[in-house]
């Protein structure tokens, strides 16, 4: 099957750090580009961070520039995402998927653009 299983998802205080894991499943990652996206409850799914192959550059949302980082290892084929400084408005099912990565990713993205979509992981954040 052909899909992604994110992992790493857990609850954390704030101020707290996570690395989420984006495994693929029957086909590898070496010339995709990757991206990270969330929702929380009641909300729309928003682009988080995206990264291309080859150089590996990366685009991220706004309000977790800074705090979130994204990185690949081809040779697990894995994508993680790096999460520092976790505040109340980070909760939400992280997922991951393949689709074009572009500079306006945390604004907006086409949905019918990315494919491969796993199960997601969900990110708590409370004292």
């Known amino acids: 099957q052909v899909q992604f299983v994110e992992s790493g998802g857990d609850l954390v205080q704030p101020g707290g750090s996570l690395r989420l894991s984006c495994a693929a499943s029957?086909?590898?990652?070496?010339?995709?580009?990757i991206g990270w996206f969330r929702q929380a409850s009641g909300r729309e799914r928003g682009g988080v961070a995206c990264?291309?192959?080859?150089?590996?550059?990366?685009y991220y949302e706004d309000s977790v520039k800074g705090r979130f980082t994204v990185s690949r290892d081809n040779a697990k084929n894995t994508v993680y995402l790096q999460m520092n400084n976790l505040k109340h408005e980070d909760p939400a099912v992280y997922y991951c998927?393949?689709?074009?990565?572009?500079?306006?990713?945390?604004?907006?993205?086409?949905?019918?653009?990315?494919?491969?979509w796993g199960q997601g992981t969900q990110v708590t954040v409370s004292s």
């Open positions: 998927a393949v689709g074009p990565c572009r500079a306006h990713f945390g604004t907006y993205y086409f949905p019918h653009e990315y494919e491969h």
């Open positions: 029957g086909f590898t990652l070496d010339s995709l580009t």
């Open positions: 990264i291309s192959s080859g150089d590996g550059s990366a």
